[in-house]
């Protein structure tokens, strides 16, 4: 039986964790009601912002985000030894300020305060400044900015406090996290590298390589670090029915009728294994011939945790060039003499992919990159932000067509390969969405459902679209 003072014990702390509950729950009615946070879901067109109480975005604001600051700190933290010795000595001092700088940045986020220009000269500094000037009044914080806006913003804040030192301006932070994630997923890449060896030029081998390109995209550092299927490759139909919309016939199509010389670019966007299946579908592309050469952009600066950047790309290539696999050392030589004989073309770095600005918005603020992707017969657009990046996070009716979520961004053939991890959609088929949260109302940030779309422009014989 209970005693008397341990049920009054009790009962204080109940009382107690009632009133911090309780506390809690006020402060938030504050805040939201302070930073005119919006109790209904978006409107059909309205764009994407944490302003939204039960969107993804104010998640990512109010917990995701500050929470992986606090991450980053902590693991600066611990690797102090490490970063000392690849960085050198004051780079104990300059860590110290970047930690400082870090938790600032943090509380300005818990804070919704707003947006600061950047006083860090960088190649990017004076048109990311253009970039939020240029945004009005009440798009300007945390919770009121569109939300790619605020969270390329986030990003690009992280790198100019590292860029403010000069032992840690060339330091990426998501390095180590990129690699170990790579070397941990070998062994499966062994057996999938091994399997897709001669694949002959066929339909249903191109659609099995978009394929795990797509799945390939499931697996990211910030949101679905749970690996991917070891047998992915062979189970691959399996999935089909996790496709919500799959137009991997049409690419074929497309690419099989392209005018000479064919270029297919890609849009990277994770390291690691989604990258190693972009390599797959990229030699597969050349080997077939479907196209004659294959062109890679990837970020220029540490992006959205997992991106890959210039260096992961030649860290990738040189892993497998000296790994203890035959397998992965053959490979390692291949893709190093479609480099060599420029069939594969690692495009130089571009400020574009990792700007506020959305794609519709490449013609008039990046009119050389946009010339330059005119060129290919096809552009690949890889993942979930790049997916957002193409619709410019608005939030369309999820039947729209995916050519006219484009808003006029159609440089050649545009195609997104994405894993569903936001809540943004189009080309869908009726009913697709509700069904879907009717079962589980987390599903569309789970990477579960993916599609393969495709917005097709003809062009004729060495026609270059300005
Ligand atoms: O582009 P990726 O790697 O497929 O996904 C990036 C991502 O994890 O980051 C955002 C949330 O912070 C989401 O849009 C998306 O799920």
């Not at 390589?209 to 690996?227: A, E, H, M, P």
Request: hydrophobic share 40%; with cysteine.
């Amino acid at each position: 039986m209970q005693s008397e003072a341990s049920s009054r014990g009790d009962l204080t702390d109940v009382s107690i964790a009632d009133n911090e509950d309780t506390i809690e729950q006020l402060k938030e009615l504050r805040f939201n009601e302070k930073n005119l946070i919006i109790y209904s879901p978006p409107g059909t067109n309205d764009e994407l912002s944490a302003r939204y109480l039960y969107s993804f975005a104010f998640a990512t604001f109010k917990r995701r985000s500050p929470g992986f600051i606090q991450d980053l700190v902590t693991c600066l933290r611990i690797r102090e030894p490490e970063i000392i010795k690849e960085c050198g000595d004051y780079a104990h001092f300059d860590l110290k300020r970047t930690i400082w700088s870090l938790e600032l940045l943090r509380e300005e986020m818990i804070n919704n305060e707003e947006f600061q220009i950047f006083r860090v000269k960088a190649p990017d500094t004076e048109s990311w400044n253009a970039f939020l000037m240029g945004l009005t009044e009440d798009r300007r914080q945390w919770f009121s900015a569109v939300w790619i806006h605020a969270e390329c913003y986030m990003y690009r804040r992280i790198w100019s406090i590292f860029q403010r030192s000069d032992t840690l301006a060339n330091y990426d932070y998501f390095g180590d996290q990129k690699m170990s994630a790579t070397r941990n997923l070998t062994p499966m890449m062994r057996g999938i590298l091994v399997a897709t060896r001669k694949l002959m030029r066929r339909k249903n081998n191109f659609q099995h390589l978009l394929k795990l390109s797509t799945w390939g995209n499931r697996c990211d550092l910030s949101i679905t670090t749970k690996g991917p299927d070891a047998n992915i490759f062979h189970r691959i139909s399996e999935y089909d029915a996790d496709l919500l919309a799959d137009q991997s016939a049409n690419i074929w199509e497309d690419l099989t009728e392209a005018c000479e010389p064919i270029y297919v670019d890609i849009v990277c966007d994770n390291a690691g294994f989604e990258l190693f299946t972009d390599l797959l579908l990229a030699e597969y592309i050349i080997e077939s011939g479907l196209a004659r050469r294959v062109r890679f952009h990837v970020k220029a600066i540490p992006w959205f945790i997992s991106d890959v950047t210039h260096q992961d790309f030649n860290w990738m290539l040189n892993y497998f060039r000296k790994h203890e696999f035959k397998e992965f050392r053959a490979f390692g030589r291949r893709i190093h003499g479609y480099i060599r004989d420029r069939s594969f073309i690692l495009c130089d770095k571009s400020y574009f992919w990792t700007s506020g600005y959305d794609c519709s918005q490449m013609k008039r603020m990046q009119p050389c990159l946009y010339v330059y992707i005119s060129e290919a017969a096809l552009v690949i657009f890889k993942g979930d932000l790049n997916y957002r990046k193409l619709l410019g996070d608005i939030n369309y009716n999820s039947t729209d067509k995916f050519s006219d979520c484009l808003r006029g961004f159609q440089p050649t053939s545009v195609c997104a390969l994405r894993a569903i991890k936001s809540d943004i959609y189009c080309g869908l088929p009726v009913c697709t969405v509700e069904w879907l949260t009717e079962d589980n109302p987390e599903w569309m940030i789970s990477g579960e459902k993916a599609v393969i779309q495709v917005a097709i422009k003809h062009r004729l014989s060495g026609d270059i679209i300005v």
